[in-house]
């Protein structure tokens, strides 16, 4: 039992797929197992409508890993776990 354990980010908290679908992108492939981090969405969004993604802003665009399967994902992903 781990009632009284302590907090733990557990994978199957951790592990939640992201899926995009690209009209741009390449098509029926997986194009990165890497961890996503839901802070590159909005800057992803703000890169596909043009937009530009103000310097302050965190997180990174991920767009490149949707049309382009050797792209590099973002190297570090941030996980917060709160029990209350």
Not at 26 to 42: A, D, E, F, K, L
């Amino acid at each position: 039992c781990l009632f009284a354990k302590g907090p733990a980010a557990y994978d199957d908290v951790a592990r939640i797929p992201f899926i995009v679908r690209d009209p741009k992108g390449v098509r029926g492939g997986v194009y990165s197992r890497q961890p996503v981090s839901h802070i590159n969405v909005c800057p992803t969004i703000m890169e596909y409508f043009g937009l530009p993604v103000p310097k302050v802003m965190q997180g990174e665009s991920i767009l490149e890993t949707s049309r382009n399967l050797d792209a590099k994902a973002p190297e570090y992903t941030f996980i917060e776990f709160t029990r209350f």
